[in-house]
């Protein structure tokens, strides 16, 4: 089945560490994004990369730095710059231009600093 | 971007039709009108999406204004599974981003 996959779903991390996050995708997307979702709160855009080797700083980049090396693949590195990252991480794709095309959405990680 | 204003939370019974509203004064002429919904703990979806007409599709109708200030998506038959959080998003011209501006929905409840 087509999708995006996003692993691990929750992850924990000590203060202080790096942590990467995993989104892969199956649907042939050139486009695809990290978004960042606090509680009671709608997404904000972390990055987003339209091709390969390609990527853009969204709203809220301070802290955090993506690859995209392959067509597939847009792994998302929380620093340890930055300085609130417990969260929940979505990541989706989508065609890379056009105003009336659908996001796909991955089930999301959730991420908790201790 | 244009901004876009919905009511915090709704309530609905279950087989009932619902009605969630979405005003957004200041779209521009080329902004598309799009809704996502969030399920609990899990990723926006796409439902729908319309420019000046009325859409419909399996999952819900879209209902735009004359003057496209303000939209309307419309759940038939409301079923509990339908418990989310629906995102009005306008998407404009703006380059090839294609990103969504998501603002606080609105949270809509469906009781048995």
């Known amino acids: 089945d087509g999708g995006i996959t996003q692993s691990p779903k929750y992850l924990f991390r000590k203060e202080g560490q790096n942590v990467t996050l995993s989104c892969e995708q199956n649907l042939n997307h050139d486009a695809m994004y990290w978004y960042r979702q606090d509680p009671g709160q709608g997404l904000r855009l972390i990055y987003y990369?339209?091709?390969?080797?390609?990527?853009q700083k969204g709203d809220i980049a301070e802290g955090y730095s993506v690859s995209r090396e392959k067509k597939e693949s847009f792994p998302l590195t929380v620093t340890s710059a930055q300085k609130n990252p417990t969260a929940f991480y979505l990541c989706?794709?989508?065609?890379?231009?056009?105003?009336?095309?659908?996001?796909?959405f991955g089930p999301g990680t959730r991420l908790t600093v201790l | 971007d244009a901004k876009t204003t919905q009511p915090n939370s709704m309530e609905s019974n279950e087989e009932e039709p619902v009605h969630l509203p979405c005003n957004h004064s200041?779209?521009?002429?080329?902004?598309?009108i799009h809704w996502y919904r969030q399920l609990p703990s899990q990723g926006p979806e796409y439902v729908i999406h319309g420019l000046t007409s009325n859409v419909n599709n399996r999952m819900a109708s879209l209902a735009i204004a004359e003057d496209r200030k303000s939209s309307t998506l419309i759940l038939h038959r409301a079923t509990l599974r339908d418990a989310a959080v629906y995102y009005c998003?306008?998407?404009?011209?703006?380059?090839?981003?294609?990103?969504?501006?998501f603002g606080t929905g609105t949270l809509l409840a469906v009781q048995p």
């Open positions: 200041t779209i521009s002429g080329t902004d598309y």
């Open positions: 989706a794709s989508g065609e890379s231009s056009g105003r009336n095309n659908e996001q796909f």
């Open positions: 998003i306008l998407r404009g011209y703006g380059g090839a981003t294609n990103k969504l501006i």
């Open positions: 990369s339209q091709i390969v080797n390609d990527f």
